[in-house]
């Protein structure tokens, strides 16, 4: 079995763990979602600290930086900004998310509650133009992040591949940090890909510095699609290997 | 059918000073004894920065090193990234015809396009244009062995007139294949008259359709090369014991291995939306298939695994669906001690073997090797 393993230190990264009321929630649907993704590579040895002992690196390891706008939602509209590192949990492509950033406090209160995104505070925007699409987070009044996917070109939603992710949550019934491994559905009516443009990442404001070093850029996309939040179907101990710290909670 | 071997060559981490070469060495060692058993080739693919999975970014070297120490089996050349970032097609014509030379004859030549970020954006190539360019690449390579002088003015590359030396032994020139993950590309060898060399495990019954698709499309093609090369090839694991729980036993050490590492690489279509790669490729097939449902013993179905009699059967099964070739994995991370793939490679060869060769080609088997 590959020997590399994340090393997460996982007191520090606690403090941003949000409370997770049990495993048993419903679906959520988040119709006409809009989704600016950015993968970049990063510096490999210094991110194995940013993942779990639970989680594999990629090879190469690269960061997801994700902006989603909900117009719509049982919260209202809401705008969430994310940055993962990808990894393998097992066999499976998984990103661990180091800090979500959302405007709403009932979406921050919602999203935490029933999936464990490590909430912040923070004004999430996510703006059209015709050359560009712009994701942007202002926490405190200081840009922590903002990115850009350039020369927008059309293409399938059918090319675009979202793999799940993996929040570190404390479950508020025996107050255990555990890891909850979301994987939302989509369906697409439209997509774009373009160049990756990575104008602000302030690693300390996603808990990541100093290891998070962005390297290559591979590629940016964006898309409009109905987004299912499903029911929790595996959590991991955070501690443990995938494969020997897994538990499938539902179907 | 002919059998063969099938190289990535992992190496387990921790890298000592000279894991590498013990790796190597067990390969050639593997190739030795298999050439001498009566195994029909020996491939090696073309990896680049896949950690632990594939140490084989040189294949032209190891197959060299393998023709040295060999007097019959076949070398297969693959798969030969057919993009230019990775390979300039002069460099693969006088390569390959030099490996021919130097290999009595002996040349296989795999094509293919790479199907992950990690080797794709390691030499910085377009995935939207991998496709595009491996098939201008195949149907250049047939008349820069063949034509004494030659130009080419294309859309990823161009020569002026020269004349590429030295030419291949075998004429008019060597078998070409194409690799096989995607669904569809046994369409593209199909057309093009070259081999169906499949990379991923597949079921009976997907390969079944596959072959029949492949062997009716072929009929009409308009070959690449100067000859049809009508041949279908499939990848497999090969783990032989006398006791069969204890060959499923490694075998499924063996394959859960391998797939597990795959696993770990990043795919293209990861990585990087785009048409051109529209599964994951070789990765997922591998790790579902062969780790698919089998019989009580635990056993994948169609996996080379167990005792002589049941890799027969699962074999022959293969043979029934129009396989002409088998080419099997050994190990993986060196999993299975050199002593163990040796062995299993011996009574492969002796108990299994028999039942698919002529009589002429049953002699080497049946002496079991040194």
Known sequence: MPPRFGNLDLKTFANFASTIGGFKTSELVLKGARILEIHNEIDDDPADALIPRTMH???PAYAIINVMHAPESPVGPFSIA??????????RPRGFVLRSYCGSEAARKELSSRWGFPMAPGEVSLTLRHDRVVGKVVAGGVTVLEVELVDRDAISGADIQYIASMHLAR??????????????????????RGKPR?????????????????MNPI??????ADM????????CNPELPAMQGTTKIAA | MKFGLFYEISVPRPWGPDTEKVVYDNCLEQVRLADELGFDNVWAVEHHFLEEYSHCPAPELFLTACAMITKRIRVGHGIIVCVPEFNHPIKIAERTAVLDLL???????????????????????????TKKTWDEFVHCLPK?????????????????????????????HPPMWVAVTSPGTEIDAAERGMGSLGLTFGGFAEQDEKVKRYRKIIRNCEPVGSFVNEAVSTVNFLYCHEDDAEGVKIGKRLTGTFNYLAAQLLAAREAYPTKSYPSLGLLPSLRHDAAGPGDESGAPEGIAMGNPARITRELKKWESVGVDRVNFLLNALETVPQEKVLASLRLFAKEVMPHFQSKGDAAAAAAGGR
Do not use: C
Request: aromatic share 10%; proline share 7%; glycine share 10%.
């Open chain 1, 228 to 235: 299912t939040l499903p029911r929790l179907r595996y959590i």
């Open chain 1, 57 to 59: 690196p990629a090879i």
């Open chain 1, 171 to 192: 479950n508020s019934e025996d107050g255990k940090l555990v890891l909850v491994q979301v994987d939302p559905e989509y369906t697409f009516s439209k997509a774009e």
């Open chain 1, 219 to 224: 590629m940016a996309s964006y898309a409009t």
């Open chain 1, 82 to 91: 994310e940055v993962r590192i990808a990894g393998r949990t097992g066999v």
């Open chain 2, 103 to 129: 290999s009595g004859g002996r040349l296989e030549v795999g094509t293919g396009r790479s199907a992950t970020w990690t080797e794709l954006g390691g030499f910085r190539a377009n995935p939207d244009e």
């Open chain 2, 144 to 172: 820069m062995w063949t034509q004494e002088r030659y130009s080419y003015q294309g859309r990823s590359w161009s020569m002026p007139q020269r004349t590429i030396v030295p030419k291949p032994l075998q004429k008019p």
């Open chain 1, 198 to 214: 990575i104008v602000t990442l302030d690693a300390a404001a996603f808990g990541a510095a100093p290891h998070l070093r962005l």
